[in-house]
């Protein structure tokens, strides 16, 4: 059976709980508008008033139960009977009547239940208020009486009271629910156990928190709101009365809540404060005192230790003030108090203090607190130096280490624009103290890190630093407003180094943890410039970053001019610095002179302070100038501002200068001095601030003189305000400061100076009388508690405050208001946009090494690819800002990752082709340099190359890509256009190595071997990796194109160099993968395909890297020519010996990208090949590259020339680079040879082939016979140099004496250029068109035989070039000329026709006479028909003179007859019955009889008659020799016979012989000679004498 009173509660449970369901039945039909308005007045009514009934009855209920309220024989009841409620229920006192309170109580129950309800919400709460004010209270029914409040505040129970009441105001509500804050915030009470005091400690921060949340909340006053933070607080706190655990939790969670809630109405907060603060502002410039500006300060001005007591506050009713931003200054103020470890050493309070003021921060509008002053005053003063000591502090927990920098970024969003001082202290003081270096004394280098900071701590600093570093447009503000700015330590540069030397390998190769995070802090900053680089516009910027930036306008020219003076000034400060503490004004004064920076650091050193005159220039301002050049410049002030507002100076050799006697230092130290604005500041903070400064000297007279300018300039500033007579008392007491500093603050003094006796000390020093005594008195506690020392040394966990005063000035920020003056503001980061270029030029180098050293450490696959991200982010950086030196490092680093780039090749083959490390590094490499191409420079180009030529000789290139570099290409073909066959100086095994002859499919790579072994990487291992080399390559956009190798016998295995023998199943698994890998990297695209896109700076500098290669590689093998040919003759010999060559030309780096090349003392065979091998690669590379450049062959060509030239040389003997060069400038010509622009160039390098020795141009022969052939068909018409018509004729001439098919090229060449109808022989190569169709006689007999046919064809374009040469000749002599002109060209004609015989017709005539008397009878026979065809048909004859035409008889055509005639092999083919040598044998006498027969008339004019009568019986002579030699060959006498008489009758006809008796006559001589060969010619004269009369007489008949 359960107790009566058990019973009766549940009873009224139930029936609170069926009331509250048909409380929110009615109210659901209200809001959905099914009553009306009269309706909707009495269901809130009834519900309002149901409400209060049911929590008045819990009351009661629950003081029922206590004993102290209870009724008397309610306990003795029978079990099951329910008492009800009644007007008699309620405790009674000892005389029977009620008590007060449950009286109050019943009457509230009675009066809600008849409906008769108060107006006043006051007067509704009161008995429930008045109820948690009894003392000795016990904690159920505090709980219940909690609970009760909290439901009516929830419900809004006040607010519908005081709108049923008529009283539309929320103050009358508001003033209840602030009586419930006051008096539960003050509650006390005595619990039983301590599950009772959590129940009510957590009803109680339920209740404060949902009043400060409700409507009613909104109209709470300043100290209403103080008390509730107070009473929670109080339950936080580690101190005073212990509370649970669940309790501060509990206390904790609903505080958050409310201080969230606070702030989060602080711009409407702010703004109902605006008018008022104009208004305060106003009062102040009229010099009243503005009563609420005493209690602003009150306010702020709270005990530092609220939560420390557990008094009960006292409950007073001042006049309503609804509370506004003084709550949240308060608040601040008090947050920062707590967080402060000099105020608070408590590590939990420290703690929960930073998480309430992040709350309250992050919880507040974007930059709505930082618009109120003297709320930024608080969060710049206080806030901002007690968040500083925090992280200062570096011996504290992590945790707090990470709510102190959780804290900070929330601070930095608040004060925007105001924020960097706070920034600077960062990024210089604080991350530099959890970073592997640290900032010394003498500049911003970095030294050891702290010893006692935890790793975890580090990690915890750098995270909140790379939050810090992602904002959008930080890092670009922070360079442009520190890095820039000449008074200002640089502070992103020094970090980004900082943060690059943390990802320092450890002992096992490995990064640490904080050197991921580092690695990570890069990647992040990356990003960010990569996404600002596509943000639109500047309005999205602002928009994104969260508030307007009231800052000047800042001109990137000037900021960038700043930082090269800030550069220099750099300079200076090194040097200053070095000189040490024996400097004096003077040394100073000739330092900044020999840097001509005199007129620059006297201006652009000047203060940035409130007190700063106008006249200064303005940080941001465009109009004022930079760098000033003044006439007249006060040396000492300039070095005085030097001294004083130059960062990165030694202040210890500051002071010892300041401190010299001399007299230039003394008027350096006035002006320094007066470069300190002490106005209306204390004595010690004076003091302090100019102490900091510097380092004070040792030297006593030092000091004493230092002390005396300060003490006369304080004095002078502050005459009215100050304790002090005269200069001399500040003097004294400064001096007497030095000395209690170094009292107080020295470990070896142990006796120290009390406050007494330093007053003794200080007696009449003022004049002669004291200073006062309080004034005395905090002097002492001042220098007392803080030391004076440098801000540098003391740490930041000791920042003073003026320390940190003197910041905020430095920066533009009054401390005290904090208004700004000329304030050192961040830009907006649509204005900082415009340095992301300056910001990435200084931060890809410490990313790159830290990315290089992320990429070596990593080692699963994740790991990789995000290193090769990080070279992905630099790579499109410099490419979005046209940066080439980030690119080529970024190919450096991904080549050198790949293993490609440098050692042993079968080792490279081995690491490259099992590590998916290295492929996913190739993947990127390749992936980089398709996508930035443009960007890439000589060193880049250079390493990319050698990664692609070390491929080649691996033979893991694509098949495609293989044979396009190492075929001929569509030009080189045959006659019948079939591709030329293989090459017989190129090996089989050879990389790309492709017969026409035989099948793709079965050239495979000849040194693999089907195994049936397992690999270590088979299986579902290869698929894996392939995979993720697939997703991987997609970043790039890469495709999955799979490719095969050739494949070669197995018998010629041991020929191949080693690096190609793959025998193991591990060798084979490499070569598969490598092979996969290469294949997605469509490496083709980037060389070949994609080359013509490239801009103009990129494809030359990628043509200068092929260059650079080549002379590399060809340097050693040249050397080891000799030794080449040695080599042949013996195999044992092993080495080669050879010089490497120093690569001068180029950049510093040049020589680090072949450094296995020339790591080598000897070439080896083996080093022999590959060196072949990369040169021919590069140079079927550089072709492919030049063919599809066409419009830029003009800038590209000079390189091509000059490798040619280096390979095509005299000394170079048959090797595969001999043979890929010759197709290669073959392949040019052939494509460019119609350029008229170029055709000339292009022409005069097939003069390299004519260079060649016989040897190495036999081995090349048929290429360049080839090219040669095609090239004069498609552009004969182009050739028109005649030095290009000598080369392209000596080449014809050499390919003559080649094998076939070399030859027969070299023939149809000749044969097509003489047969064609153009005219292109002139008199300038006549000698030479001769000797090449001379050189093709020799040939084999078809080809001679041709030969002899294009010789006739030559011989006839004799015509032409003789009329060129008369041409030449009229159009010089038709020329204005002198006298002396006109003899010289006279005389010069006159030595042109009689060379004409010498030069055309002499060696013509005898190239045909050589070829009659060949000894091949096919040959001979067609040269004598095509030679007496020529001499009958000549025209040009009669233009000899009578010297040529003896030549030709007596040199040419007699001893051919003679010689021909009597030739043994002529003789027995005519013996043998040939009918074409028995047609020339009839035809050799008569071919000189012939011959006079036809011109005997010009040559009797010619030549003299002794001449002539000579010839003519030569002639005769000559052919009774020939009869007498063949007197056997009857028709050969039969021909002599009548040849002789032919010639004898026709100059007896034309009278020119004549019968004579003289014995010496012609006609003597005649008949002496021709008797023996006609006998009867006698006869034959007379009867030709006689026809002659009878022709005659009958002539004259038939005319009579």
């Known amino acids: 059976m359960q107790p009566l009173q058990s019973r009766v509660l549940q009873t009224i449970e139930a029936h ?167 008096t539960v915030s003050g509650l006390r009470f005595s619990g039983f156990d301590s599950s009772t005091d959590d129940v009510v400690m957590s009803r109680i921060c339920e209740l404060m928190s949902h009043c400060v949340k409700s409507p009613e909340g909104e109209y709470l006053s300043n100290e209403a709101l103080v008390r509730c933070i107070e009473a929670f607080l109080r339950v936080c706190s580690p101190r005073g009365k212990k509370r649970s655990e669940c309790s501060r939790k509990v206390a904790e969670s609903y505080l958050r809540t409310v201080i969230s809630h606070i702030f989060s109405r602080a711009s409407f907060l702010i703004q109902e404060s605006v008018f008022e603060h104009s208004n305060m502002r106003e009062a102040k410039s009229l010099g009243a005192s503005s009563q609420d500006d005493k209690e602003e300060q009150n306010v702020t001005k709270q005990s530092p230790s609220p939560i420390a007591t557990e008094e009960k506050p006292t409950y007073t009713h001042p006049p309503h003030i609804r509370y506004n931003y003084r709550s949240l200054a308060w608040f601040l103020s008090l947050g920062a108090r707590m967080v402060d470890p000099i105020i608070t050493q408590n590590i939990e309070e420290r703690l929960i203090g930073l998480q309430l003021l992040e709350i309250a921060l992050h919880s507040a509008p974007k930059g709505s607190l930082a618009q109120m002053p003297s709320l930024r005053r608080i969060l710049l003063r206080d806030v901002c130096r007690a968040l500083l000591r925090c992280l200062g502090m570096l011996n504290d927990p992590s945790i707090v280490i990470a709510a102190s920098f959780s804290t900070v970024l929330c601070l930095i969003n608040t004060l925007g624009p105001y924020s960097t001082p706070l920034i600077q202290m960062i990024l210089i003081r604080i991350a530099r103290s959890f970073l592997v270096k640290e900032e010394n004394e003498d500049g911003n280098g970095y030294n050891s890190v702290h010893p006692t900071i935890s790793p975890v701590t580090r990690e915890i600093a750098l995270d909140s630093l790379a939050a810090l570093l992602q904002k959008q447009g930080f890092l670009s503000a922070a360079y442009a407003v520190l890095d820039c700015q000449l008074n200002e330590s640089d502070a992103v540069q020094p970090l980004l180094e900082a943060l690059s030397e943390e990802t320092v390998l450890t002992g096992d190769g490995k990064l640490s943890s904080s050197g991921y995070i580092s690695f990570e802090i890069f990647l992040t900053c990356m990003d960010t410039l990569a996404t600002r680089s596509f943000v639109p516009g500047d309005s999205d910027i602002d928009r994104i970053f969260g508030f307007v ?41 000739d330092i900044i002179r020999k840097h001509d920076l005199l007129a620059q650091v006297s201006v652009s050193s000047s203060p940035k302070s409130t007190s700063s005159p106008p006249s200064s220039p303005s940080r941001f301002s465009p109009k004022s100038p930079i760098l000033s050049s003044f006439h007249d410049i006060d040396v000492t002030k300039a070095a005085a501002a030097f001294l004083r507002f130059t960062p990165g100076l030694n202040k210890t050799t500051i002071g010892a200068c300041l401190g010299e006697p001399d007299e230039i230092s003394m008027k350096i130290l006035k002006s320094y001095v007066r470069l300190f604005d002490f106005k209306k500041r204390p004595f010690t903070t004076s003091l302090r601030v100019f102490l900091e400064s510097f380092r004070l000297p040792g030297e006593a007279q030092k000091i004493d003189r230092i002390l005396q300018s300060f003490s006369e300039h304080f004095y002078e500033q502050n005459k009215n305000s100050a304790p002090f007579s005269s200069a001399d008392a500040a003097h004294v007491l400064a001096f007497a400061c030095i000395m209690l500093n170094t009292d107080q603050h020295n470990s070896s003094i142990k006796k120290k100076m009390t406050l007494e006796e330093f007053i003794s000390n200080s007696r009449g020093i003022n004049d002669g009388h004291d200073l006062p005594r309080e004034f005395l008195r905090e002097v002492y506690a001042s220098i007392s508690s803080v030391e004076i020392r440098m801000s540098d040394e003391s740490g930041l966990h000791a920042l003073t405050e003026d320390h940190w005063d003197e910041q905020l000035r430095k920066m533009g920020i009054d401390p005290e208001s904090g208004e700004s003056n000329n304030m050192l503001a961040f830009p907006s980061p649509a204005k900082a946009k415009e340095f992301d270029e300056d910001v990435f030029l200084i931060a890809w180098k410490p990313m790159l090494t830290a990315t290089c050293r992320a990429l070596g450490a990593a080692k699963d696959g994740d790991q990789v690819q995000s290193a090769i991200e990080g070279f992905l982010g630099i790579a499109r950086l410099a490419t ?171 018998e010629n295995s041991l020929q191949v160099p080693d690096f190609l023998i793959r025998t193991s199943a591990e060798e084979m698994e490499a070569e598969k993968l490598g092979k996969k890998c290469i294949g997605d990297c469509r490496i083709d695209e980037i060389f070949i395909t994609d080359s013509r896109f490239l801009r103009t700076e990129s494809i030359v500098a990628l043509m200068k890297g ?15 020519v000799p030794s080449r040919q040695s080599s042949e003759k013996d195999d044992s010999q092993g080495t080669y010996s050879k010089t490497v060559a120093d690569n001068s030309n180029g950049s510093g780096c040049t020589s680090s990208h072949m450094k296995e090349w020339e790591a080598f003392k000897v070439v080896t065979k083996e080093d022999f ?54 197709v290669t400038l073959l392949r040019i010509v052939l494509r460019y040879g119609h350029r008229e622009e170029l055709s000339m160039e292009i022409f005069r390098c097939l003069n390299l082939f004519v260079k060649l020795e016989s040897r190495s141009f036999e081995s090349v022969s048929e290429r360049i016979a080839a090219g040669l052939y095609h090239i004069c068909r498609i552009h004969v018409a182009q050739i028109e140099c005649t030095s290009s018509w000598h080369t392209l004729l000596s080449l014809l001439e050499s390919l003559a004496r080649c094998s076939s098919p070399a030859n027969i090229f070299g023939f149809e060449t000749i044969a097509f250029l003489l047969e064609s109808k153009d005219n292109r022989i002139y008199h300038e190569t006549f000698a030479n068109w001769l000797d090449a169709v001379l050189a093709y006689t020799e040939a084999p007999i078809p080809i001679a035989v041709r030969a002899v046919e294009c010789l006739y064809i030559l011989a006839g374009y004799l015509p032409h070039v003789l009329s060129n040469v008369k041409d030449s000749w009229h159009y010089t002599q038709g020329s204005s000329m002198n006298n002396t002109e006109l003899s010289d060209v006279i005389s010069t004609t006159y030595d042109v026709k009689c060379k004409a015989w010498n030069e055309f017709w002499s060696p013509l005539l005898s190239a045909y006479c050589c070829l009659c008397l060949d000894d091949r009878s096919e040959v001979r026979n067609q040269a004598f028909l095509s030679f007496e065809k020529f001499l009958t048909t000549a025209q040009q004859l009669q233009d000899l003179c009578g010297k040529d035409w003896t030549c030709l008889f007596y040199d040419l055509l007699l001893p051919l007859s003679c010689d021909l005639i009597v030739q043994r092999k002529f003789i027995q083919n005519v013996a043998s019955g040939d009918k074409l040598s028995r047609k020339v044998q009839a035809k050799v006498p008569t071919l000189v009889s012939k011959m006079f027969l036809l011109y005997h008339g010009t040559l009797s004019q010619l030549l003299s008659t002794e001449d002539f009568e000579k010839l003519w ?69 007379k009867q030709r004498s006689r026809a002659q009369s009878m022709d005659e007489s009958t002539s004259v008949l038939e005319k009579n």
Not at 66 to 82: K, Y
Not at 111 to 128: C, G, H, I, L, N
Not at 1518 to 1540: C, F, P, S, V
């Open 16 to 182: 609170s709980s069926r009331v509250e369901s048909s409380l929110r039945e009615e109210r659901r039909q209200i809001e959905s508008g099914q009553v009306l308005e009269d309706a909707v007045l009495f269901f809130e009514k009834r519900e309002t008033s149901d409400i209060i009934l049911s929590e008045a009855r819990k009351v009661l209920a629950a003081l029922r139960r206590n004993p102290r309220f209870a009724q008397p024989g309610v306990a003795d009841l029978p079990n099951g009977s329910v008492y009800l409620l009644s007007s008699t229920f309620g405790g009674v006192n000892r005389s029977g009547d009620e008590t007060r309170i449950v009286k109050s109580i019943k009457l509230l129950r009675n009066a809600f239940a008849s409906e008769s309800w108060p107006k006043d919400p006051r007067t509704v709460f009161k008995p429930f208020v008045d109820l948690l004010r009894t003392e000795d209270l016990p904690g159920n029914i505090i709980s219940t009486v909690l609970s009760s409040l909290n439901r009516l505040i929830v419900y809004r129970v006040p607010s519908a009271l005081a709108k049923l009441s008529g009283n539309s105001c929320c103050e009358e509500a508001s003033k209840s629910v602030e009586d419930i804050v006051e």
């Open 1106 to 1120: 092929l260059y650079r290669i080549i002379n590399q590689l060809i340097a050693p093998l040249s050397e080891s």
């Open 880 to 1050: 979005v800002f046209r940066q080439s030196e980030p690119v080529d490092q970024v190919i450096i680093g991904l080549s050198s990752a790949s293993k490609l780039r440098e050692g042993d090749l079968h080792h490279c083959f081995l690491s490259f082709g099992l590590s998916i490390n290295c492929q996913m590094a190739a993947v990127a490499l390749y992936g980089i340099a398709r996508q930035c191409g443009d960007c890439i420079r000589e060193s880049g180009w250079e390493a990319l190359l050698t990664c692609t030529m070390r491929l080649h000789l691996l033979k893991l290139l694509p098949l495609n890509l293989e044979h396009l570099l190492f075929g001929d290409g569509e030009e080189l073909v045959d006659l019948d256009g079939n591709p030329l066959p293989a090459s017989s100086i190129i090996p089989y095994w050879w990389p790309g190595y492709y017969d026409s002859s035989h099948s793709v499919g079965t050239n495979e790579s000849s040194c693999q071997h089907s195994s049936t072994d397992s690999s270590p990487l088979s299986g579902n291992n290869t698929s894996k990796l392939s995979s993720v080399l697939s997703a991987f390559g997609g970043l790039f956009g890469f495709g999955g194109v799979d490719s095969s190798d050739d494949e070669m016998d197995d």
């Open 1513 to 1581: 019986l030569k002639i005769l002579s000559n052919l009774g020799w020939i009869l007498k030699q063949r007197d056997d060959d009857d028709m050969l006498a039969d021909q002599i016979y009548e040849a002789t008489k032919n010639l004898v009758l026709v100059l007896y006809a034309d009278g020119t012989i004549s019968p004579s008796e003289n014995e010496n006559s012609l006609w003597k001589k005649t008949l002496a000679v021709t008797t023996a060969v006609v006998p009867d010619i006698e006869s034959h004269i």
């Open 1169 to 1222: 090949a590959a060196r072949e091998c990369g040169v021919s690669f590069c140079i079927d590379l550089m072709r492919e590259m030049l063919l599809r450049n066409r419009d830029r062959l003009f800038l590209l060509w000079p390189y091509c020339y000059e490798i040619l030239e280096s390979i095509l040389s005299p000394s170079t003997e048959p090797c595969p680079s001999l043979e890929r060069a010759t």
């Open 549 to 589: 930036h009231r800052v000047p306008d800042i001109s990137i020219e000037q900021m960038r001019a700043k930082k090269r003076l800030k550069k220099r000034i750099d300079e200076l400060v090194k040097e200053f610095n070095s000189v040490g503490p024996s400097t004096n004004g003077m040394q100073v004064i």
